[in-house]
């Protein structure tokens, strides 16, 4: 069984694309899901968030997102410190998991939004872009976490356009249509991943 490195812009669909494919039997590796595991409560990803970031980086035994946002947005050095952290301990995890389903002859979904961005393309064997158009991708993202014009575009920027992603994909799951039309999408890419695997 093959690993598939999925990725995407932010509201590109991801998620749905995710949920879709488990359904058809992949083993969803997601990279936020570990994130979160890797600073949960009582970890000791959290624990070394503390060391560095102080007391304030703790709140009712949680990392406390707004305080570490704050110190990593206008500081490169404070949010190298917090990938330094997190991001060994997410792919310990992810890791663990994607040997698991293999181990257990499942094919792997790797769900990782910087794919491109940490240069991961390399520690799977294929990639799978989910694209939509920048509009259709403004769009969604401004009703989704309500934001205006300036700051969804600002959000959008700070990734690998879409463009460059999809130039660069093995496979290309287009989602500009509706649910239905990405359903009929996704039976055609698995009909198509069975039969050569």
Same mark, same amino acid.
């Given at each position: 069984?093959?690993?598939?490195?999925? =990725?995407?812009?932010?509201?590109? &669909?991801?998620?749905?694309?995710?949920?879709? $494919?488990?359904?058809?039997?992949?083993?969803?590796?997601?990279?936020?899901?570990?994130?979160?595991?890797? !600073?949960?409560?009582?970890?000791?990803?959290?624990?070394?968030?503390? =060391?560095?970031?102080?007391?304030?980086?703790?709140?009712? &035994?949680?990392?406390?997102? *707004?305080?570490? &946002?704050?110190?990593?947005?206008?500081?490169?050095?404070?949010? $190298?410190?917090?990938? &330094?952290?997190?991001?060994?301990?997410?792919?310990?995890?992810?890791?663990?998991? @994607?040997?698991?389903? $293999?181990?257990?002859? @499942?094919?792997?979904?790797?769900?990782?939004?910087?794919?491109?961005?940490?240069?991961?393309?390399?520690?799977?064997?294929?990639?799978?872009? !989910?694209?939509? =158009?920048?509009? !259709?991708?403004?769009?969604?993202?401004? @009703?989704?976490?309500? $934001?205006?014009?300036?700051?969804?575009?600002?959000?959008?920027?700070?990734?690998?356009?879409?463009?460059?992603?999809?130039?660069?994909?093995?496979? !290309?799951?287009?989602?500009?249509?509706?649910?239905?039309?990405?359903?009929?999408?996704?039976?055609?890419?698995?009909?198509?991943?069975? @039969? *050569?695997?």
């Amino acid at each position: 069984m093959s690993v598939i490195g999925l =990725t995407g812009g932010i509201a590109s &669909g991801k998620s749905t694309v995710s949920r879709l $494919l488990a359904a058809h039997g992949f083993v969803i590796v997601d990279a936020d899901i570990a994130a979160r595991q890797a !600073v949960a409560k009582g970890s000791e990803g959290l624990r070394q968030v503390e =060391t560095v970031f102080g007391p304030e980086a703790i709140k009712d &035994g949680e990392m406390n997102r *707004s305080y570490i &946002g704050q110190q990593i947005f206008h500081d490169e050095e404070k949010r $190298l410190a917090l990938n &330094g952290i997190i991001h060994p301990i997410v792919r310990e995890i992810m890791e663990e998991e @994607k040997q698991s389903a $293999l181990a257990a002859g @499942k094919p792997v979904i790797m769900d990782i939004p910087l794919l491109y961005e940490n240069k991961l393309e390399e520690t799977v064997d294929a990639v799978w872009v !989910v694209y939509v =158009t920048k509009e !259709v991708q403004l769009e969604r993202l401004m @009703k989704r976490n309500d $934001l205006d014009k300036e700051a969804a575009l600002a959000r959008i920027a700070s990734q690998l356009s879409i463009e460059d992603k999809k130039e660069r994909a093995d496979v !290309v799951i287009d989602n500009n249509g509706t649910l239905l039309d990405l359903e009929r999408r996704i039976n055609e890419i698995v009909a198509e991943y069975y @039969k *050569s695997h």
